[in-house]
């Protein structure tokens, strides 16, 4: 080993051990070639590569310090089999890849980075943006597209801000994406609901609230509902879309987990709006990470200038940092190459998901799409928080579907099943636990 890597290595200790804690200085660069018995050249490599990756920085005059002694640790595995979180794997995430993006981004885009940015959006970002919307069949033009912080604060703005049809009542499928109804509740914005099951809304009941309500906008996701993981048909789609235009109602597309579908023909109601009454959410959190807080909002040129108004009173702009990392890690092919890995990842859980419920819950209503999450309707007896309660004891951890639903809607004995977070060769055992649990009911059935 070279001299400077064992230097390297022996402070890299120190600082991990907590001998050098996060701000502390580091002994001087005259200090530390005593101490190591070597030349000051020697030193300064061993304290640059230390600085490359970002564990010290140097102040002129002064000294290096420590950024942070803090050390990553892959979580630990564990005997509990979770089907209730949703969050993406730790192991799909491209933490070196994005790294470099980063990095790359602050190095080449500094002076843009650090000023306020556009309400709409970086324009670099808007362009690659175009670019990937349209491998998701959605053609739109730069101006139409709008970079938000999260599709949560598209929801949000679109939610409180008027619209074109003068109307102010929010249509919601039930049950739906619990941080929605969460903030529908929490600013008592007028909402009402449309079932969605298995098989997916009753069309006759869709048209009788579009004509009958005062409907703002109906907010569905066509592909992949959360929780229940289900997706509308062509037909299904196109009688929607029709009803839209009939009766001046518009439509929030909610299209968060568009990377994971594998048909091609599979396309969104956005693909054949030809009305311009379709308002499409794109979301990164579950193919990249959570954290990143970017999100796609594609607007009917009628909603561009109030949608900018009140985003921009809102948060000025969306990070500039996460936007130029983004806008690098699309350019130069990393999104592609990640998004298949991932895909497959969660492909793989999906099948063994699917075939685990055909094979121990065939019984029970649940979704035919493949895909991370999915359900099972229990009967109206059985006791929901006693079952949960129950399974948790053994070591499984469900959820119910209460946060998804409206506080005046009726809410099913829904079960949901995801698979984001459970070891593939867990799956299947997680089920059979499940089924066998409903099989023995004594404790849990009103």
């Not at 502390?24 to 030193?43: D, F, G, M, W």
């Not at 080449?108 to 000023?115: M, P, S």
Request: with cysteine; hydrophobic share 40%.
């Amino acid at each position: 080993m070279l001299k400077y890597e064992s230097i390297y290595q022996s402070l890299l200790m120190q600082i991990q051990s907590g001998i050098f804690t996060t701000g502390a200085k580091l002994p001087s660069i005259r200090n530390l070639t005593e101490q190591y018995h070597c030349s000051k050249s020697t030193v300064l490599s061993a304290l640059k590569k230390l600085e490359e990756q970002h564990i010290i920085y140097a102040l002129p005059k002064s000294g290096y310090y420590v950024v942070d002694n803090y050390v990553f640790k892959a979580p630990m595995s564990t005997d509990i089999i979770d089907f209730a979180s949703s969050s993406p794997t730790w192991h799909a995430f491209p933490y070196k890849e994005f790294q470099h993006c980063i990095n790359k981004a602050i190095d080449t885009y500094q002076e843009e980075l650090f000023r306020y940015g556009t309400p709409k959006g970086w324009p670099p970002l808007i362009a690659e943006a175009k670019k990937l919307l349209e491998s998701y069949q959605v053609f739109t033009q730069e101006k139409q597209i709008f970079i938000t912080t999260g599709v949560q604060q598209a929801l949000s703005l679109l939610s409180i801000m008027p619209f074109p049809n003068n109307r102010t009542t929010i249509l919601v499928e039930q049950p739906s994406y619990h941080l929605y109804m969460d903030m529908l509740k929490t600013f008592q914005l007028p909402a009402i609901g449309i079932k969605r099951t298995a098989n997916g809304i009753d069309l006759n009941r869709l048209e009788q609230l579009f004509q009958t309500e005062d409907i703002k906008f109906f907010h569905t996701m066509p592909r992949f509902h959360n929780p229940l993981g289900t997706s509308y048909d062509k037909k299904q789609k196109e009688a929607i879309l029709q009803l839209a235009e009939q009766y001046n109602v518009y439509i929030i597309e909610d299209d968060y987990i568009a990377d994971f579908e594998t048909n091609s023909k599979n396309d969104p109601l956005f693909t054949e709006d030809y009305h311009e009454k379709v308002i499409y959410l794109k979301s990164f959190s579950k193919v990249l990470f959570p954290g990143l807080r970017v999100g796609l909002a594609v607007l009917p040129p009628a909603l561009i200038d109030i949608f900018q108004k009140y985003k921009m009173t809102t948060d000025i702009d969306s990070s500039m940092i996460s936007q130029a990392a983004l806008y690098l890690y699309l350019k130069n092919g990393m999104f592609e190459h990640n998004k298949i890995k991932v895909r497959d990842i969660y492909q793989a859980r999906a099948k063994i998901l699917h075939q685990s419920i055909q094979d121990h819950l065939f019984m029970y209503e649940s979704s035919d799409e493949i895909v991370m999450h999915s359900h099972i309707l229990l009967p109206k007896r059985v006791n929901l928080p006693s079952f949960i309660s129950k399974l948790h004891k053994d070591g499984i951890l469900l959820d119910s579907v209460n946060r998804n639903y409206l506080d005046n809607f009726y809410n099913e004995r829904i079960l949901k099943l995801n698979v984001s977070n459970v070891d593939v060769q867990r799956i299947d055992e997680g089920i059979r636990k499940v089924a066998s649990a409903l099989k023995n009911p004594q404790h849990y059935f009103l």
